[in-house]
C-alpha cells in the first residue's frame, strides 16, 4: 500500500503544472503594452485573468489560447495597461458622503471658468441647499495666478448661500452664506480661527486657519447633508470617478467629523451588497479632545483588525475592514499643514496624551499612522515611540507617518530603526509656492527628501490626501513626482528628489501596498497577483510632462472584474446612474476637470 500510495502522491504533483495550465481565462486582454512593474520592468502584449486574478501574461497568441466560449476578450487597441493605483492616503468615505453637493475646480485651468460654473450652479441649486466648492485646488493652477475676491465670489453666488474652502487656509462665505449660519458682528473667534471683520466691525466671509482648521472644518459640518439614498449614490458616484482615474485601491485615514461607526453606515452598505469598487482598508481618527484614550480603548475592545464585511472571503468581495488607529490619535498632536502661517507649536501636554494613546495601540497591537507635517513635531513623536518601544518593544509592528514634508536625515534614520515607514502626498504641488516665501527656496527644494528617503530603504507608499487639502487625482501626485513642479508649473524641488516615471508609480501602486505588509499579492501584474489594472487614456511613460495631469483610464478592472469603462470600452461596463439629487454639479461638471 505503501508504496502504491507514494506514486499515487508524486503522479498527482507532476500533473498540477498540467491541470493549472488547462485552466480557462474569464478575462483576457490583448493587443496591448502591459508595464507590469516587476522586477525587471517587464512589458508584455497580453494577460488572462481568473478568479479574481492574473492567470497569466505574455504574447497575444500564447494567451489567447487561454479563451474559452464565455471568455471576456479585450482588444486593448495598443493602449498602456499599468496596475491599479493605490491611494495610500485619502478621505474616500467622507469625500463620498459629500461628492454628490460640490462643484469641484480641481483641474480648472481659470479663474474665470471656475467664477462662471460657480455662477451656474447656483442658479440650479435649489433654497435650502448650499454651493460648495470644497478644496482640491489653488491659486497657482489658474491662467491669472490669483484667488477670486469676495465681491466676485458674491456676484456669482447672489442669494445663494455659497462656502468656498482654499487648502486648509481659508475659505469664504457669501453674504447669504454668513446670514444662514448667522454670522454676524458679535460672533466670536474660535480658537485658533479668525472671522475677518471689515473696519466697521461687520464679518466680510473670509474664514481663516490661524492655523487650526478647525474653523473650516466646523463651518463645513454645519451645511446640509444628502439624504440616505443620496449618499449611497454619491459614495458610488465618487469611487467611479476614482475608478475613471485608474484607483483601485485606497486607504482611508479617517478625518475631521468622520465619526466611527455612525458615518460608516453607507460604505457598509455598499460592502454588503458587493457594491464597492475600490479596496478600501481604513483607520479609525480620534475626533475629541480629551476623549482620545476612551475612544481607543473603545475600539480595541469591540473591532478587530481586518474586521470588515469582506471577513466571508468571497470572490465578489474587496477588502473593506479596519487597519489601524489614525491618522489623529490626539488632538494635541495636529501640526496643521497652513504653511500661510507660522507652524504651530504643539502643546507641552502632547508628549503624555501621545503616549497613553500609543501605549494602548502598542500592547494590543494595532497598527497606526501618525499625521506629521513638520520635522519638529516627528522628533518629538519619535521621542514618545522609542519610550515605548524601550517598554513594550514594537516587535514589527506596522506603523508609518503621514506627510513628513520637512523630515531631517537624523530623524530618518530614527524612523527606519524603529521599522516605521511614511505615506507621501502632493500637498507641495498646491502650496509650494506658499511654503518658498516662508521658508524660502533651499528648505523647499528638499520638501520631502525622497531621494534620502528611498536610499535609506524606509518603506513609503504615494497618496494624495484628497479631497480637501489637494486633489484626489493620482495624476497630479505622479507629475509631481516626475517633474519636481507646482500645478503652477514652478519647478522647486532638487533634482535629486525628482523620480523616474517607473519608481514614482511603484510607490502609487507596490509601495502603498508595502505600507501595510500586503504587496505580495498586489502591485504588479504577474502570475497570481491580484486583477487590479488600469487601460490607460495616453502613455504615461512617454508623453510630454505636461500630458501627465490629463491621463485617465479607459477601462478599470477591479478584482478581475470590469468596474469602469468610457465610450470607447462602453460594451464591457454597466451603465453608472446619475448623481441624485438632480441639481448636483456632477450631472454638469464631472469631477476633475480639463478646462
Known sequence: MKPSFKILAFLLIISLPIFGQSKKATLIVHHAIIHTLDNKNTIVEAMAVADGKILKTGKNSEILKLKDKKTTIIDAKGKTIIPGIFDSHMHIIRGGRFYNTELRWDGVRSLKRALAILKEQAQRT???????????????????????????INEATGDVPTFILHLYGHAYLNKAGLEALKIDANTPNPNAGLIEKDPNGNPTGLLVAEPNAFILYSTLAKLPELTQEEKFNSTKQFMTEMNRLGVTAIMDAGGGFQNFPDDYGVTNGLCKDSDLTVRMPYYLFAQKAGTELNDYTKWINTVEIGEGCDDDHRSDKVEYHVQGAGENLVMSAGDFENFDKPRP?????????????????????????????????????????????????????LWFFDHAETVSVENLKRIKALNGGIA????????????????????????????????????????????????????????????GKTLGGLKYMNDENILHRTKALQLFTYGSAELINIEKDRGMLTADKLADFAILSDDYFSVPEEKILNIESKLTVVNGKVIYADNDFRTFADEKPKAIPDWSPVNYFGGYQKN
Open 126 to 152: 435649489p433654497k435650502g441647499q448650499w454651493v460648495r466648492v470644497v478644496g482640491g485646488w489653488n491659486a497657482y493652477q489658474f491662467e491669472e495666478k490669483r484667488l477670486p475676491t469676495l465681491a466676485e
Open 345 to 397: 507649536e504643539l502643546s507641552p501636554a502632547m508628549e503624555g496624551q501621545l503616549k497613553e494613546v500609543l501605549s494602548l495601540l502598542v500592547k494590543n497591537k494595532w497598527p497606526f499612522r501618525i499625521h506629521a507635517t513638520y520635522n519638529e513635531s516627528i522628533t518629538r513623536f519619535l521621542n514618545v515611540i522609542e519610550d515605548i518601544n524601550k517598554e513594550t518593544p514594537l516587535n514589527g509592528l
Open 424 to 483: 507621501i502626498q502632493h500637498r507641495m504641488a498646491y502650496q509650494g509656492e506658499s511654503f518658498i516665501k516662508r521658508y524660502g527656496k533651499t528648505a523647499a527644494a528638499n520638501t520631502v527628501p525622497l531621494k534620502k528617503i528611498l536610499e535609506l530603504g524606509i518603506k513609503v507608499g504615494m497618496g494624495t490626501d484628497g479631497t480637501r487639502v489637494a486633489s484626489y487625482n493620482p495624476w497630479v501626485g505622479l507629475y509631481w513626482l516626475t517633474t
